[in-house]
C-alpha cells in the first residue's frame, strides 16, 4: 500500500480548514445558542423551571465549547455517557499518539480537520444530552424545515416532472431512459448545493427550477462517471431473475430539497425496474447542520403527502407506500457520526460494513462522505480515486458531490492545476460537480 497524505488541518493558514474552524464553526455554535435563546418559553411551557434550567446548562456548556475552539484549547475527553462515548475517547487517544508536542494534547488547528469538525457537532450533542429534560431537542430542526419549505416551487416542479414521466416510462426506449435516468442522477447532484452547514446555518434554498438549468450547468461536472452507473444497473435489469433483487444504497447527506432530489432518484429507480430496492442511509444524531436523520425523512414524506399539488402529494403517498412495503428501507448506524475515515469502517463497524457488501451499487451524497472515503487528506489531484480509498470497496460506489472542500482526486493531469490557475476557489464553491465511480467497468 502506498503511503498516504497528511490530512487537511488548520495549521494552514488561509486554508479552507483553518477558515472553517476559525470562521464558521464559531459562526455554527453562536446559530446554535441563539436557537436555545429562541426557544426558551417552549421549553419553560413544556417543563417548567426546570426546562429553563436545561437551556441555561446547554447555552452554558456551548459557549465553554466555543472558547476552548477559538483559544485553541486541547480537545478533552466526552464525558456523557452514549453509544458511542468510548469509541470517540479511544479515537482521541489515537489521535493524541500520533502528536509530536510536547505535551501530547491535541488541538483545534493542530489535529485533522475532519476530526475536529466532526468532534465539534458531537459536543453540541453531548451539551443538548447532558441538559434534561431538553435532551431530545434537535438544535439543527428549524434551519432544516425551512429550507424544506424556501424551495416548495421546485419541488413541485420536480414531483409534476417525476409523475408525468412514470406514465410514460413503459413507451420510452432505452436511450430515452437512460436520458431520464441522467437528468435524475444530475438533478440530485445539483441538490447537493443546498448545503446548511457551508453557509453556516444561512438559508440555502432551491428557488429555481433545477430542471431548466441542467444544460447549463453540464460543462461544470468536472468528472462524469454517468454512464458506468448506467450499464452497471441496466445490466442487472437486463439478467435479473423474476425472484431475484437489485439493490441500490444512497449514503445520504443534506435534508430538505436535497433529500427531495435523492428521493425523485430513488423512485425512477424502482418505476423504471433499475433497482427493486432502494436502501437509504442517514444520521443518528443531528449532524453538520443539515444532515438528514430518521425525523427529517420521516417528516419530509409527511410534507409532500400533505403538499397543496396534487402531483406532489402523488409523490409523497407513493413514497409512504414504499417505505411500508419495504421497496424503500431507511438505516442508521452510529459509524456515520464518527470520525473514521471509511477505510477503518471494516474494523470499527463490521457489521455495516457486512451490509453495504449486499449492495449492487452505493451512492454516496456530498462532501462529508467524500471527505471520509478519500480520508480528508492532501492527495494530487490526479491520484487515481480506487488508491484514495484505501482498501474501502464494499461494492461499487459513486460519489455524487458538488465540491465544497479543499480535496478532489481522479482529476486528469494537469486539469486541478489549471483550473487553480484561473479559480482559485473552484474546488470549495460548490459550482463544480462530480460523479465519480470505482468498481468494476
Partial sequence: MAVVPASLSGQDVGSFA??????????????????????????????????????????SLLSKLRNELQTDKPIIPLVEKFVDTDIWNQYLEYQ???????????????????FVECYMYRRIHEAIIQSPPIDYFDVFKESKEQNFYESQESVIALCTHLQ????????????????????LLQISLWGNKCDLSLSGGESSSQETDVLDSLEDLKPFILLNDMEHLWSLLSNCKKTREKASVTRVYIVLDNSG????????????????????????????????????????????VE??????????????????????????????HIFWTLPHEYCAMSQVAPDLYAELQKAHLILFKGDLNYRKLTGDRKWEFSVPFH?????????????????????QVGLKPGQGEQLMASEPCWWTSGKYGIFQYDGPL
Wanted: charged fraction near 25%; include cysteine.
Fill in 257 to 300: 430539497f436535497e433529500l427531495v432530489t435523492d428521493l425523485i432518484l430513488a423512485n425512477f429507480l424502482l418505476s423504471s425496474e433499475l433497482a427493486t430496492e432502494v436502501h437509504f442511509y442517514g444520521k443518528t444524531i443531528p449532524w453538520f447542520v443539515s444532515d438528514t436523520t430518521i425525523h427529517d425523512f420521516n417528516w419530509l
Fill in 164 to 183: 408525468q414521466l412514470i406514465k410514460t416510462i413503459e413507451d420510452l426506449n432505452e436511450n430515452q431512459l437512460k436520458d431520464e435516468f441522467f437528468k
Fill in 96 to 114: 493524541q499518539s500520533l502528536l509530536n508536542e510536547s505535551d501530547g494534547k491535541s488541538r483545534w488547528f493542530y489535529s485533522p480537520w475532519l
Fill in 18 to 59: 483553518y477558515l472553517t474552524i476559525k470562521d464558521r464553526i464559531p459562526q455554527i455554535l453562536t446559530k446554535v445558542i441563539d436557537t436555545l435563546h429562541r426557544h426558551k418559553s417552549e421549553f419553560f411551557e413544556k417543563h417548567g423551571e426546570e426546562g429553563v434550567e436545561a437551556e441555561k446548562k446547554a447555552i
Fill in 303 to 332: 410534507q409532500v403527502k400533505h403538499g397543496n399539488h396534487k402531483w406532489m402529494s402523488k409523490c409523497g403517498a407513493d413514497w409512504e407506500e414504499y417505505v411500508e412495503m419495504g421497496k424503500w428501507v431507511y438505516h442508521d
Fill in 387 to 407: 488508491q484514495a480509498l484505501n482498501g474501502f470497496h464494499p461494492a461499487p460506489l459513486c460519489t455524487i458531490r458538488t465540491l465544497k472542500a479543499e480535496i
